[in-house]
């Protein structure tokens, strides 16, 4: 590929915002959805002069509410699913007068089937665009139900294996089949009404693609070839992290790695068909991982740490050519954070790829510390902090007197209190996009910490309240993004 004339994803001075649809205001303190409250954080975010909202992985969470450990890297998350916004048209049934929303999910499908008209259409057509992936997900879902707490690689051998007979069964037989395929129906279209109103107020929005996918999930049941697993269906071995900032022991993630050499003779069908699918539900892209692209930490599965790993190549530029190739206009982000060697910096930049820069990490080291301000570089996307950080208040109290001083020192000795002046740095930075967590613009301490890497509990359990959102939040935000030239109406 000749990259001479490859250019930035990056358009322009922008700033963002980075909070999970699961942490909006939700009933009763639970998931936040796909609803008002989503529009409403729209308004908010084009009020206060931010140009994006990044989100985290869409897909449905494992029993611990992670969306990094999801059982399809297509599907998207019912709990998502806004019944308000399930529309009297929606359902063929336009002309009743006083509409009131289904109770649930379930009911309203039994609506649906009730009706015949232009949106059983729209519904057909949707499955037929996705038949790669949803029709296998609709069948996971279905046989998961019949087998609760197995996974796939403990069911009967004819549908482990994926008997021609016995997926036909299920499909005529199972009454979840075609009621997951309306569910992903429902999500699609809300999450596409959501972006257009996004991008109404010239709001993009920035997802995120976890590298690995779960061993559970319908990715690896149905595409078993393409991971590398042994004749019983197991992974021969599995990915994670060598020792790093987060982890003493590193991190052993369970995830199946991939049959790179089986995936290259398709010229990565697989691949092709996920980023495809991302980059029809988003404006930006972010690569979870990227330097795994470059070279994986590859931990045998009979080990139970993983400091028995090794790095071994991956193909990532005979996949980002192909990505390229079919998707010509795909804009990326690298999560380059980690062990980073000259390697992943050249596949990185060879792409003109922007990477990430963590003002949390700026201090720990000397004034040559790669995310210190002063070093950074225009084509780069700067954070406060990530969903897998502390809160920015949260970190700087945990800090001794000696590194407090240290980072006011940097930041001017600022009057405002934390974390305001480490927003504000980012903001004002040469990097062409910031974004801040919603913990930081709230000043949130510790206990709203979003998740702790190498942890299960008390993770993803953020949630926002309509209360804190507030004019005078915004109204001080719109003066800062101002400021920095990161809003330009």
């Known amino acids: 590929m000749d990259n001479l004339g490859v250019k930035s994803p990056l358009k322009r001075r922008q700033s963002g915002v980075l ?3 699961s942490s909006l205001p939700g009933p009763r303190n639970l998931s936040g959805n796909f609803g008002a409250e989503a529009r409403r954080f729209v308004d908010f975010l ?4 931010f140009g994006l909202w990044q989100v985290l992985p869409l897909g449905p969470t494992d029993s611990k509410g992670s969306p990094y450990r999801s059982s399809s890297a297509f599907a998207g998350n019912a709990d998502f699913i806004s019944l308000e916004n399930i529309t009297a048209f929606d359902l063929e049934n336009s002309h009743q007068q006083q509409y009131e929303p289904p109770p649930t999910l379930e009911a309203s499908y039994q609506l649906f089937l009730q009706k015949q008209g232009p949106r059983q259409a729209t519904y057909k057509t949707f499955v037929d665009t996705n038949h790669h992936w949803l029709e296998d997900y ?8 019949m087998y609760p707490g197995l996974s796939w690689n403990h069911w009967p051998q004819d549908l482990r294996n994926r008997k021609p007979a016995a997926l036909q069964s299920i499909r005529t037989q199972s009454e979840t089949f075609d009621f997951i395929l309306y569910e992903q129906f429902v999500f699609h279209h809300q999450w596409q009404d959501l972006r257009a109103y996004a991008q109404s107020k010239d709001i993009s929005l920035m997802g995120d693609l976890p590298l690995f996918v779960a061993y559970n999930s319908a990715d690896v049941w149905s595409h078993q070839n393409l991971f590398n697993l042994d004749d019983t269906g197991l992974p021969l071995s599995v990915a994670g992290v060598p020792p790093d900032y987060f982890s003493k ?5 369970d995830n199946p790695q991939y049959n790179w050499e089986l995936m290259a003779e398709d010229n990565f069908l697989w691949w092709r ?10 404006d930006l892209i972010r690569i979870d991982h990227f330097r795994g ?10 080990c139970i740490t993983a400091l028995e790993g090794h790095w071994v190549k991956a193909p990532g530029q005979a996949l980002l050519d192909a990505l390229m190739d079919e998707i010509p206009n795909l804009r990326l982000v690298a999560e380059d954070l980690g062990i980073i060697t000259p390697e992943v910096e050249q596949l990185r930049d060879s792409y003109c790829l922007p990477g990430m820069k963590i003002l949390q990490f700026a201090f720990d080291s000397d004034d040559s510390n790669p995310y210190l301000p002063h070093n950074l570089v225009e084509n780069s996307v700067i954070y406060t902090g ?3 950080n502390d809160t920015s208040l949260g970190w700087f109290n945990s800090l001794n007197e000696y590194d407090k001083h240290r980072v006011l020192s940097y930041l001017g000795t600022p009057n405002e209190a934390m974390p305001w002046p480490l927003i504000t740095s980012a903001l004002a930075s040469v990097a062409l996009l910031a974004i801040i967590p919603m913990q930081d613009l709230l000043a949130l301490g510790s206990d709203y910490r979003m998740n702790t890497p190498g942890t299960c509990d008390r993770n993803w359990r953020f949630r926002l309240q309509s209360a804190q959102l507030t004019s005078k939040l915004s109204d001080k935000l719109l003066q800062i993004n101002k400021q920095c030239h990161r809003y330009d109406k």
């Open 19 to 21: 909070l999970h649809p």
């Open 46 to 49: 084009a009020a206060s002069g």
């Open 138 to 145: 609709a069948l996971y879902r279905s046989i998961q139900q």
């Open 249 to 253: 022991t590193g991190q052993r993630w």
């Open 273 to 282: 068909q996920r980023i495809g699918h991302l980059h029809r539900q988003f």
């Open 293 to 302: 692209l470059e070279a994986y930490w590859d931990i045998p599965a009979t």
């Open 386 to 388: 990530t969903h897998d």
